[in-house]
């Protein structure tokens, strides 16, 4: 495996161009339109590459084992036609100085100023001394189905520019998140390392601009699905993913929760983008090692993905 990543990156140009020849030969130029692309996504291939990610065990930041990890989704990526940029940054945690890698997607040949949404999620696991954790629901499950909605947004290539996808490092604390007093560093914190430096690069950079949406999925695959999206998600996208659940018959799976939630989503909408986090947070293996496989369904990812997709691509957020 060691070899692994450096035979990625210099494959990666190649693949990508195989796999969007690929795509022109079975779908032709267009492909689904953006509002039936929902249709093809798929609970089962997602829940493949969980099972993938959680068979090289505990993958905290830092270690060998989410760098495996990187590796594996970047060829997956590749395969699809994305490709993978490494945001690579250091930061003081409690657990001392850790090098965080954020992974961020775009499709075929789209510049950093061609997307207009960004789906995110976390791959980190978070560390504990004494237990296995292999986060098949947390860090697992959106990282997995985030992989399935590349390949599906790339059966229609120019829908799939308009989108950024980002695997956030270092979501989790290593002991408790620190309060969110904003986007700037401090000298030590504690939790969303990866999203809050994605947003403030794109501060910055002035590219938050750019954005008319984001969704966030984190811990989506539970076998008891009940998405709680906390109240501090934007109404506007709230509505909308609701309206979507209703035209697939599935809003029973979906909930408002009535008190915010430190999430990804947070840095995302002080940077100004407006950002859902679609979450289950009534999980009770939740940071446990009874979180594995057994505790998630494909049918849960398929539901989580379909909907958001129903959403995207159907023109109600802003994106035809």
Request: overall charge negative; hydrophobic content about 40%.
């Amino acid at each position: 495996m060691r070899f692994l990543f450096p035979i990625a990156r210099s494959l990666a140009p190649l693949l990508a161009g195989l796999a969007l020849a690929t795509t022109a030969c079975r779908l032709g130029a267009q492909g689904p339109t953006p509002g039936e692309l929902w249709r093809e996504f798929s609970g089962a291939r997602a829940f493949a590459h969980v099972e993938k990610l959680v068979a090289l065990g505990p993958r905290p930041s830092g270690s060998r084992a989410l760098e495996q990890a990187r590796q594996f989704l970047e060829i997956e990526l590749a395969d699809s036609g994305w490709i993978v940029e490494r945001e690579v940054f250091r930061e003081e945690t409690p657990r001392g100085s850790i090098e965080f890698v954020n992974l961020i997607a775009r499709f075929g040949g789209a510049s950093a100023k061609d997307p207009r949404a960004i789906v995110s999620t976390h791959y980190d696991t978070k560390y504990f001394e004494k237990i296995i954790f292999v986060g098949a629901n947390d860090g697992g499950s959106g990282t997995g189905a985030l992989l399935e909605l590349a390949r599906v947004l790339a059966l229609r290539p120019d829908f799939a520019r308009r989108f950024e996808l980002v695997f956030f490092d270092g979501e989790e604390a290593a002991v408790n998140f620190s309060p969110f007093d904003g986007l700037d560093a401090v000298p030590r914190i504690d939790g969303l390392h990866g999203s809050r430096h994605y947003a403030r690069t794109l501060r910055d950079s002035g590219r938050a601009k750019q954005f008319r949406v984001g969704v966030l999925w984190d811990m989506i695959g539970d076998r008891d699905l009940g998405i709680t999206i906390p109240s501090d998600s934007p109404p506007k996208l709230t509505r909308g993913i609701f309206a979507s659940a209703d035209a697939l018959n599935l809003r029973a799976n979906f909930h408002l929760l009535n008190t915010p939630m430190l999430d990804d989503h947070v840095p995302l909408n002080r940077a100004g983008i407006p950002t859902i986090d679609l979450i289950d947070f009534d999980f009770p293996p939740w940071h446990t090692a009874g979180d594995t496989m057994e505790t998630i369904a494909p049918g849960s990812l398929e539901v989580v993905g379909r909907v958001t997709l129903h959403y995207l691509g159907g023109g109600t957020a802003g994106l035809e």
